[in-house]
């Protein structure tokens, strides 16, 4: 198989403003990459346009093996998503959001029931399958939120912010779940900004002002750049003023 | 003359919500020209207590003072003296920053030139935007001017509801490089965040989880109320060895933390010296060739897992 993910001179636009300017770069098959950027980088615009909901203004990318522009039906078929943001419906329950996601995916109802049961299990969440989802605490709310974007066997995981305001236990535990993914073979492509968590992946890229600054494993970074932390490589890059 | 009352004082206070407990009998005091964090993650009962101690919310239980005024009775006088950042971007997206921070003063009786000096340091930083939408600001310069409309009435406390949730780690130096200034200037201020690594900017916390404190004190003082000599694990195939660590029959915690691991030995009196010995030894025996183990001193974020008690997300 070829990369999972391949971004060619990727560029977007909004009027005279350039979001994201040329960026190319591969993500391996089975890789966790970690796609770094401060805020108002082009971090969401460039993701955006990966998972087919923004045309690029030029440049290509295909992710699964599949341009992202002419083919993003077949994109979507391939791709979890899931952020911090918006992940799951509070007012359903647990059993019901995987069925409906289940649904979304394109899976056959006795398919949902069998991944759905073991996924559940998987979690140890089957007390807790007519919950609503708005009485479980965030870090569950998390784990399930990756479990369900994962239903599909997705090639690749798209996991922007997953962690946020999630407690420190928890928070590891999910990057155990991401570890176990990739294990399997499935891409993960997270945002954070936790840099213990830039630490935890197999490769990381640091956005600034629309391009891709650096690109590399994090002890790699830290070399190239002569800095103790991850931090201190992305504040440099950030604020090369500063 | 009286001294001064405490900036804040917080006495035994309890919030109900449909039953589940928001606030457990939460109770610190904040000194004078603190920088006091309240940190936990979400869910931990920061946000009703800002609420409260901004006297949006009554407390079912408890009492608490915020510069010797009561949050019951002296509502009305409070608001007037507090600085108060809510978590949620709360400013008016469609106004701009000029025109945000002059609503703010507004309503607080000023105006932005009465109150320039007190936000100079940080409005220079996002005058040059001054006409730009606060909607279209980057996620750093919105908290900055949030900050600001904070502040242009001259409060004589801040409180400030996870200011750098969602920020990036530059933007976030940034902001935690202003409050020092701020607090330098005599400001006491209370500000929650989930995250751990920004309490070591703080001169005391709070750790909450669930309503909870967990404990109170400086950001060292609760890092070596660590429970177990703790040794840093570094080497090549880092979740290998981590799962080797939680396999040992001593093992009290074994995390990853970054680019390495934390081991906590679960024997009582073992000087961490011997704990690292033994457990490179143990892990060049088990194949791990290039294992490096070193004493370290716990953080915040140790102590904080040490005493939460297991995750929230537990079966």
């Known amino acids: ?242 | 003359m009286t001294p001064p009352p405490p900036p804040l004082v917080v006495e035994g206070l309890g919030k109900t919500f449909e039953g589940r407990a928001a606030l457990e009998n939460v109770s610190f005091t904040v000194r004078p020209a603190e920088l006091f964090g309240l940190v936990g993650p979400d869910g931990g009962g920061k946000t009703t207590l800002f609420r409260i101690l901004t006297t949006l919310l009554l407390p079912d239980t408890g009492r608490a003072t915020v510069l010797g005024l009561d949050v019951v009775r002296d509502l009305w006088a409070i608001r007037a003296r507090v600085g108060y950042m809510p978590g949620r971007f709360s400013l008016y997206p469609d106004l701009s920053v000029e025109e945000n921070l002059g609503f703010f003063a507004a309503v607080f009786g000023t105006s932005i030139g009465e109150g320039y000096d007190t936000i100079a340091p940080i409005y220079r930083q996002i005058e040059p935007f001054r006409t730009r939408r606060a909607g279209a600001l980057s996620g750093g310069m919105k908290q900055k001017l949030a900050l600001c409309c904070a502040l242009v009435h001259r409060p004589d406390i801040l409180l400030l509801d996870e200011p750098t949730t969602g920020v990036d780690a530059v933007s976030r130096r940034e902001f935690w490089d202003l409050l020092g200034g701020l607090k330098a200037s005599g400001l006491p201020i209370v500000v929650a965040t989930p995250y751990m690594d920004e309490a070591d900017r703080c001169d005391r916390i709070a750790l909450m989880q669930r309503g909870r404190i967990l404990a109170i004190d400086t950001p060292s003082a609760i890092g070596s109320r660590f429970p177990h000599p703790l040794v840093s694990v570094r080497g090549e195939r880092r979740y290998a060895m981590l799962q080797a660590l939680r396999g040992r029959e001593h093992t009290a915690s074994a995390f990853p933390f970054g680019d390495d691991l934390h081991y906590g030995d679960a024997r009582a009196g073992l000087p961490v010296e011997a704990v690292a010995r033994e457990i490179e030894a143990w892990l060049l025996a088990k194949g791990f060739a290039d294992a490096r183990v070193e004493p370290i001193s716990p953080g915040v974020e140790d102590t904080f897992m040490a005493l939460m008690g297991g995750p929230e997300a537990a079966a």
């Not at chain 1, 990727?10 to 805020?39: K, P, Q």
């Not at chain 1, 049961?117 to 870090?139: M, Q, S």
């Not at chain 1, 490769?203 to 070399?223: E, F, Q, T, Y």
């Open chain 1, 1 to 242: 198989m070829s990369a999972a993910i391949e971004a060619r001179e990727l560029t977007r636009r909004f009027g005279a403003f350039t979001a994201v300017d040329s960026i190319t770069f591969e993500v391996r098959a089975g890789e966790v990459f970690g796609f770094l950027g401060a805020n108002g980088a082009g971090k969401t615009t460039a993701i955006r346009m990966l998972i087919g909901l923004l045309a690029p203004t030029s440049g290509a990318a295909r992710v699964a093996g599949f341009d992202v522009l002419t083919q993003s039906e077949e994109v979507r078929r391939r791709i979890g998503y899931m952020s911090q943001r918006f992940s799951l419906y509070d007012d359903l329950t647990v059993r019901e959001n995987v069925t409906l996601y289940g649904g979304i995916y394109g899976l056959a109802d006795a398919e949902i029931r069998e991944r759905g049961g073991t996924l559940l299990e998987g979690l140890g969440l089957g007390h807790a399958a007519d919950d609503r989802v708005a009485a479980l605490p965030l870090g569950w709310k998390q784990k399930l939120a990756f479990s369900v974007a994962m239903l599909h066997q997705p090639a690749v995981v798209f996991l922007d912010e997953p962690t946020g305001g999630v407690d420190p236990i928890t928070r590891r535990q999910f990057w155990e779940q991401i570890y176990a993914a990739a294990a399997r073979g499935t891409t993960a492509f997270v945002t954070t900004h936790y840099m213990d968590e830039a630490e935890y992946c197999d490769r990381i890229s640091i956005m600034v002002d629309g391009r891709i600054a650096a690109l590399g494993a994090p002890a790699d970074l830290k070399r190239e750049f002569a800095a103790p932390s991850l931090e201190d490589v992305f504040v440099r890059l950030a604020r090369p003023a500063a």
